[in-house]
């Protein structure tokens, strides 16, 4: 039985910023129950707009005689800390204030989020996690709780993702919050504030999601005759207009600066001592036409995590591949499995 719940922290939560929240809340969904040795946990980490409810968005891997079968697995997954669909976050009320924090919500890093997820796995009761599974930003937070917690991680599955935020990665969200600047509401104590940037800055977005391949194949005109009214062009506007409707400038801006954020030897050691310190199963999965988080920052972490595995899927829809192609997904994770040493602790998959 799917479930939903909040797991409210009341003690301060200190940031990697050197600022803090006075506690928080992250909502969180939960399929299938936790067995008496708690050892078949499933962590899904969810990326830059999606929410907890893992279902609405990547149901081809979960669900009876799926990959990830509840009745196997006890499979949750947190919305992350300043999102917007029920942990806290810019709209939520500042106790100092008794206002939304709007633009006065702290920055947060992907450690902060990471860090909040292990506090909700520790109120759980939960020791270890079978595998964590993760795409995109998703994919940053998999590995950073790898990372930050080696013994509690048996498996962790990384797809389109990397160890570092790329410049090309930071210059495009950066390109997204310029956008939102733009917006002459986005210096206002409003929830709609920057709304209208929102739209084009998910435009921007999405052009690095797909692929030329992608717009070829599903945007193409089926006459001569246009000069204008181009359905790639309301294909643009209409991906804005849907994200507008469900989504919020101001988390938007936040996770994307989380997003840059991510390099997981800062502050440690250099990273391939920091990833040879890995200890999860590992899988590092790339869509052949990402051209957001390409194959190399896959063979890249599969080079220098010990005992990883590579898979790269063919795909005409880039980056946004890790969503779409199920099929594919299913068949490189089991395969994963099949040859993860040690063996997982459920093999029927």
Excluded at 5 to 14: K, R
Excluded at 117 to 127: E, N, T, V, W
Excluded at 130 to 147: D, K, P, Y
Aim: hydrophobic residues 35%; neutral net charge; aromatic residues 12%.
């Amino acid at each position: 039985m799917q479930r939903e719940d909040n797991f409210i922290y009341e003690e301060q939560f200190m940031l990697e910023s050197g600022e803090s929240l006075p506690g928080f809340q992250l909502r969180y969904t939960t399929f299938g129950q936790l067995n008496e040795a708690k050892d078949n946990v499933i962590w899904v980490c969810h990326a830059l707009t999606a929410n907890a409810n893992f279902l609405d968005w990547w149901e081809g891997l979960f669900g009876k005689g799926r990959l990830y079968d509840p009745e196997k697995y006890f499979i949750i997954c947190a919305n992350m800390l300043g999102s917007c669909y029920g942990s806290t976050g810019p709209l939520s009320i500042n106790p100092a204030s008794r206002k939304p924090y709007f633009h006065d919500f702290p920055l947060l890093s992907n450690r902060d989020m990471v860090k909040a997820f292990d506090l909700l796995r520790q109120s759980l009761g939960i020791d270890r996690i079978h595998t964590v599974i993760g795409g995109s930003l998703g994919g940053q937070h998999a590995l950073e709780w790898a990372v930050m917690e080696p013994d509690r991680i048996t498996h962790m599955v990384q797809l389109c993702s990397n160890a570092q935020h790329s410049p090309w990665g930071i210059a495009f969200n950066e390109s997204q919050r310029m956008a939102i600047e733009q917006d002459p509401t986005w210096t206002n104590k409003d929830a709609n504030a920057g709304m209208h940037g929102l739209a084009t800055a998910r435009s921007i977005a999405l052009l690095s999601y797909r692929h030329y391949n992608t717009y070829q194949k599903t945007q193409s005109e089926t006459t001569n005759g246009k000069v204008n009214h181009f359905k790639a062009s309301s294909y643009q506007r209409y991906q804005g207009d849907k994200l507008v409707r469900r989504f919020n400038a101001y988390s938007y801006w936040l996770l994307s600066k989380a997003m840059d954020s991510h390099n997981v030897a800062r502050g440690r050691a250099g990273m391939d001592e920091v990833l040879a310190n890995v200890k999860a199963q590992s899988l590092f999965l790339g869509v052949s036409t990402d051209i957001l988080f390409p194959v190399s920052e896959q063979q890249f972490l599969s080079d220098r995590v010990a005992n990883a595995q590579l898979a790269i899927i063919d795909s005409d829809y880039g980056h946004d591949g890790f969503l779409i192609e199920i099929p594919s997904l299913t068949r490189e994770i089991r395969r994963f499995y099949e040859k993860a040493r040690p063996k997982p602790a459920f093999t029927d998959y």
